[in-house]
Structures are given as structure tokens and as C-alpha cells.
T-cell receptor
Framework: EPEVTQTPSHQVTQMGQEVILRCVPI?????FYWYRQILGQKVEFLVS????????KSEIFDDQFSVERPDGSNFTLKIRSTKLEDSAMYFC????????????FGNGTRLTVT | RKEVEQDPGPFNVPEGATVAFNCTYS??????FFWYRQDCRKEPKLLMS???SGNEDGRFTAQLNRASQYISLLIRDSKLSDSATYLC???????????FGTGTSLTVIP
């Protein structure tokens, strides 16, 4: 069964550093998402992406965040200057269609900012 | 106001029990609904989509009540392996965002 893959599985970085989280969505999917989950808390929406542009973003997704689909397969999330409160599990997800199709999640990148 | 609300539990039930989770959503224009299961420190995994007529998958039954904006999940004959957090999810009316509930924790006890 096709799956969403994310790398790295764990990233440790110092406050103020830039990080790039990488994702390869399922190949025939058209809609891409980033979510995050702080330990013990709910899954929070960051951004959705379709047709090479952002469809919607949350208040969390401020100027420190950006997304890119640099080629036909990768989908990246960049955090320009990490803060301690960015420590969380970041999940990439994709879906086939806009309505009716569920999200398929990658196994996440655990980001630890020290 | 939260888009999707769930009772966080925890629910502790004996093996073989039947347990029901409830969820409400605030946007009447939401079109698609799902139940996900999340194990500790893992990604959410799709358990089942929720259809207007209700649907069943083995021991799991999902119901949708659009008039009351209410979704439910029934688990029959609980197994130890059902222990997890169950997430109620609604797709926004724009189709650009999936709203997640806080999750309901289930522990099935031997």
C-alpha cells in the first residue's frame, strides 16, 4: 500500500536555527498538508497546499514557516528561526481529492529545539 | 468555539465490552467526516470514513446525524489492541482543512 514518507524521524536543533522537514506524499495525491502535535496535545493544522500554492494556513503558520514543492515528489516545511515552543511532532499528510478522501499521514518528524 | 469537540475520556473498559464515543462539529457545511486512531507517539491512522447512512466495518460502526451535527463511533467486543486515542475529524466546507477533535482515550483492560 502506498504511503507518505517523512525524513528525518527525529531532528534536534538549537534555538534560532533553520530546519527543513521533508515529506514525500503518495504519488497520485493532489492535496498536501502539514500538521503538528505538541506532546500530549491535539493535532493542529498548519497549512494546506494544492496546485503549487498554499490553500489555507493557520495562525500558527507565521512568517517563520514556509512550504515548498521543489519537484514532483517532495513537499517540505521550513522553519526559519526555531523557537523552543516549536518542539513538537510534525506530520505531513496527503489526500487524493478535496471532498470525501481521507488524509493519509506520514509517520512524523519529532522536532526538538534546545 | 472549537470546530470539533470530543469527550477526552479516559474510557477504561473490560475486554469484550461495547463502548461508544461521541463527537460534535460546529460547521453545518462540513461535508466529510472520519474517525482516526492514534497510538502513543505515532501518526493518526484512518479507522473509517463516516457516511450519512451510517457504516460498519467489522466491530466498528460509525453514525452521522447532520441535523444534530453529531458523529459517533461504536466499538463492539473490545480487544486489548483497541487501546488507543480515537480522533474525530471533519473536513472544512472549503475542503482546505481537516479539523481534529482532541481525541478520546480508550484503555481496554484484561
Amino acid at each position: 500500500e502506498p504511503e507518505v514518507t517523512q525524513t528525518p524521524s527525529h531532528q534536534v536543533t538549537q534555538m534560532g536555527q533553520e530546519v527543513i522537514l521533508r515529506c514525500v506524499p503518495i504519488s497520485n495525491h493532489l492535496y498536501f498538508y502539514w500538521y503538528r502535535q505538541i506532546l500530549g496535545q491535539k493535532v493542529e493544522f498548519l497549512v494546506s497546499f494544492y496546485n503549487n500554492e498554499i490553500s489555507e494556513k493557520s495562525e500558527i503558520f507565521d512568517d517563520q514557516f514556509s512550504v515548498e514543492r521543489p519537484d514532483g515528489s517532495n513537499f517540505t516545511l521550513k522553519i526559519r528561526s526555531t523557537k523552543l515552543e516549536d518542539s513538537a511532532m510534525y506530520f505531513c499528510a496527503s489526500s487524493e481529492n478535496r471532498v470525501g478522501s481521507p488524509l493519509h499521514f506520514g509517520n512524523g518528524t519529532r522536532l526538538t529545539v534546545t | 468555539r472549537k470546530e470539533v469537540e470530543q469527550d477526552p475520556g479516559p474510557f477504561n473498559v473490560p475486554e469484550g465490552a461495547t463502548v461508544a464515543f461521541n463527537c460534535t462539529y460546529s460547521n453545518s457545511a462540513s461535508q466529510s467526516f472520519f474517525w482516526y486512531r492514534q497510538d502513543c507517539r505515532k501518526e493518526p491512522k484512518l479507522l473509517m470514513s463516516v457516511y450519512s447512512s451510517g457504516n460498519e466495518d467489522g466491530r466498528f460502526t460509525a453514525q452521522l446525524n447532520r441535523a444534530s451535527q453529531y458523529i459517533s463511533l461504536l466499538i463492539r467486543d473490545s480487544k486489548l489492541s483497541d487501546s488507543a486515542t480515537y480522533l474525530c475529524v471533519a473536513l472544512s466546507n472549503t475542503g482546505n482543512q481537516f479539523y481534529f477533535g482532541t481525541g478520546t482515550s480508550l484503555t481496554v483492560i484484561p
